[in-house]
């Protein structure tokens, strides 16, 4: 591709992981969980109002929505929609970020110092750092995430609404921007009014190293055991008490090892215990159940139920119930009825450079939900690393790069 014009996607990531909008938990009934997510939401639509953006709305739940007209000539082709959110996990702190930029010159990459020692990643546990060498990463100081997931997101997006600003001659469709809330907590594309938005089509900007491109997730459900005891003093407990704890661990070792997600890649599934929390009288464990395949999928819910009928019929009492709640399906179900958006992607890629990889999403993405609600929707990288964690990271390089992406694919639509 020809020389990109300038962007300043730098500034403006580092000046949206300082805003705290770390979503709450899954179970919020509210949208948006946390209220600190407008914070960020009413600042790029502001932002979006002064580039000259169209229809700039924060909705009461916190959807921040625009759109650019058409490049002239474009005016009759299909709307493209650009999306990232606005929600940070709540798994680490995202209160109080300060990203710096650090040249990565081999061995472990240190973000910073805490109070128990240097907090930092080798590049035996993460191998990608070897192909790194030389470039400048934004870290953070180690007490905080980042925030690239999915702040990178829409850094990148408005560095393009920003460029286009610049030059609407550059070619691309009618193009709708969304900034999603509670995309970590699996809320994010509920409330976005399709029809308002006014796409054919859409990607999603929240996938990890530059160059990978997602079209397929995982099949998803919660599975809620519980466990009811009976308890008794324990000097009078012989043929009598049933400890709800010890229900549980004979229930989760029926549940092979070889299915936790630690020994799993790829299209493998997994069941995996978020938590559990037990008494004598009364326990209660949550599981993610995740596959590609849905056969497979239905399968391991199938037994997890299975190992609850083995326990009551060990006891010969129904102690243990299983409430299934399914989360979001597979969007290759959509997808794939849609590989142009797979090719123009891998061409816009490989426009700006960059080797495009084709890679199943071990996780679930805003992009299942609205392709299964008709808006078809796969996933492009911003380039980070480590998301979720202390160590997350992003090249200061894949920023840039990720703008000519979507630039090189915006034209493609036009």
């Not at 003093?233 to 989760?252: R, S, T």
């Not at 019929?313 to 959509?334: F, G, H, K, P």
């Amino acid at each position: 591709m020809a020389t990109s014009p300038s962007s300043d996607v730098l500034e403006r990531f580092c000046r949206y992981v300082r805003i705290d909008t770390t979503s709450s938990d899954e179970h919020s009934d509210l949208v948006p969980s946390s209220t600190c997510q407008f914070d960020l939401a009413r600042l790029l639509a502001a932002e979006l109002e002064e580039l000259g953006a169209e229809g700039v709305q924060v909705t009461e739940n916190a959807y921040v929505l625009a759109s650019l007209p058409a490049s002239p000539g474009a005016e009759g082709a299909p709307a493209l929609g650009l999306i990232a959110h606005l929600d940070t996990t709540e798994v680490v702190s995202g209160t109080g970020v300060h990203p710096h930029v650090v040249t990565y010159t081999g061995g472990d990459l240190v973000a910073g110092e805490t109070a128990e020692g240097p907090v930092a990643i080798a590049p035996e546990t993460l191998p990608a750092l070897h192909d790194l060498v030389g470039e400048d990463l934004v870290v953070t100081d180690g007490a905080t995430l980042l925030g690239a997931d999915d702040k990178a997101g829409i850094a990148e997006i408005m560095a393009l609404v920003a460029r286009l600003a610049e030059n609407p001659a550059l070619p691309h469709p009618r193009l709708g921007i969304c900034f999603c809330p509670d995309e970590e907590i699996g809320h994010g594309a509920e409330l976005l009014d399709i029809d308002t938005f006014g796409c054919a089509y859409a990607y999603t900007v929240d996938g990890g190293p530059i160059g990978e491109l997602e079209w397929e997730c995982f099949n998803a459900a919660e599975a809620t055991v519980r466990f009811r005891g009976y308890s008794i003093h324990p000097g009078d407990a012989k043929d009598k008490m049933v400890n709800a704890g010890n229900l549980f661990a004979a229930f989760h070792a029926l549940l092979p090892a070889h299915m936790r997600p630690e020994h799993t890649e790829g299209y493998e599934g997994f069941i995996h215990l978020e938590g559990v929390s037990a008494t004598c009288e009364h326990a209660t464990a949550r599981y993610i159940v995740r596959d590609h395949d849905a056969a497979r999928f239905d399968e391991k819910i199938a037994l997890i139920e299975r190992a609850a009928a083995f326990v009551n019929a060990e006891l010969d009492a129904e102690r243990v119930t299983v409430e299934i709640v399914q989360q979001y399906r597979n969007m290759a179900e959509i997808v794939r009825d849609h590989l142009e958006l797979i090719d123009r992607a891998q061409e816009a890629f490989t426009a700006a450079g960059i080797e495009p990889r084709v890679l199943p999403i071990r996780g679930g993405t805003d992009g299942a939900q609205l392709s299964f609600r008709g808006l078809p929707c796969p996933n492009l990288s911003t380039g980070g690393y480590c998301c979720h964690g202390v160590n997350e990271f992003i090249p200061v390089s894949s920023l840039e790069r990720m703008v000519d992406v979507l630039q090189e694919l915006v034209a493609l639509f036009a």
